[in-house]
């Protein structure tokens, strides 16, 4: 490959901020009004990657059922230039099974729309079922099963996925606390891309950890160290990569 193409981002940053308000606009029902900020600068400006998502409407709750019904929408940048955008809207119905144990299932539908890649403009429903379980006071555990599919003008580009995950969490002495997280995803596009001959199917097997103490403290933030790695199969050599990622950092929940 060229050296562009081979190009590395160099040492990053990377940064999450995300708030809700909430109110309670009358019995058993409030209003959600949300935003969420994802940012990472490197180095090599040509890899920064911002996202910057919203989402507002109603939610009602029951005893045992809690239903939102919300408008969606974001806007990316990569590279410091527009990247793509998205409107739509998200339903969620959540279903307290037992004190301990909660069922949660969503659907989303958004238009996504690409500055540059035109091609790739369309919808993108998608939907997850959750099942969350409290094991103690210390630990619980939750296993998420997804889909997708991207209707992109050109077949080349547009794909049906699917990914599972599991998600342990549990306080350890000493005011630490751990995450982990084990997924698989799977990936498989309509049609062949014109400079390979082939359709892409895609496999990826990643794992994560997330360490955190909030006895080290400095005014409410508390370190944090998580570990990523990602293995990337596909039938085309040239998307088949690993990749291993420490990110040590700071964290406050307000």
Aim: no cysteine; glycine share 10%; hydrophobic share 40%.
């Amino acid at each position: 490959m060229s050296d562009t193409a081979r190009e590395k981002s160099g040492l990053g940053a990377a940064a999450d901020l995300a708030g809700e308000w909430s109110p309670l606009i009358s019995d058993g029902v409030k209003l959600r009004l949300g935003a969420l900020v994802h940012s990472q600068d490197y180095s090599n400006g040509a890899f920064d990657d911002t996202t910057v998502s919203g989402y507002a409407g109603p939610e009602w709750l029951f005893p045992r059922w809690q239903f939102d019904a919300l408008a969606t929408g974001f806007r990316r940048w990569f590279g410091n230039a527009p990247y793509a955008d998205g409107i739509g809207g998200r339903g969620v119905v959540s279903y307290l099974v037992t004190p301990a144990l909660r069922l949660t299932t969503s659907f989303d539908l958004q238009n996504v729309t690409y500055r540059v890649a035109s091609y790739q403009n369309g919808l993108v429903p998608s939907g997850t079922i959750a099942a969350g379980y409290t094991i103690s006071p210390s630990s619980t555990i939750q296993l998420t099963l997804g889909g997708a599919a991207q209707m992109a003008m050109s077949p080349s580009f547009a794909d049906t996925s699917f990914w599972i995950a599991l998600d342990y969490y549990r306080d350890l002495p000493f005011g630490f606390s751990a995450n982990l997280e084990p997924a698989f995803y799977w990936s498989g596009y309509d049609a062949p891309l014109p400079a390979f001959g082939t359709a892409r199917i895609d496999k990826s097997f990643a794992f994560r950890i997330d360490l955190l103490n909030r006895r080290i403290e400095y005014r409410g933030f508390a370190p944090r160290l998580s570990l990523i790695y990602v293995l990337e199969q596909s039938s085309i050599s040239l998307y088949r990569f690993s990749r291993f990622q420490a990110q040590v950092g700071i964290t406050r929940q307000f």
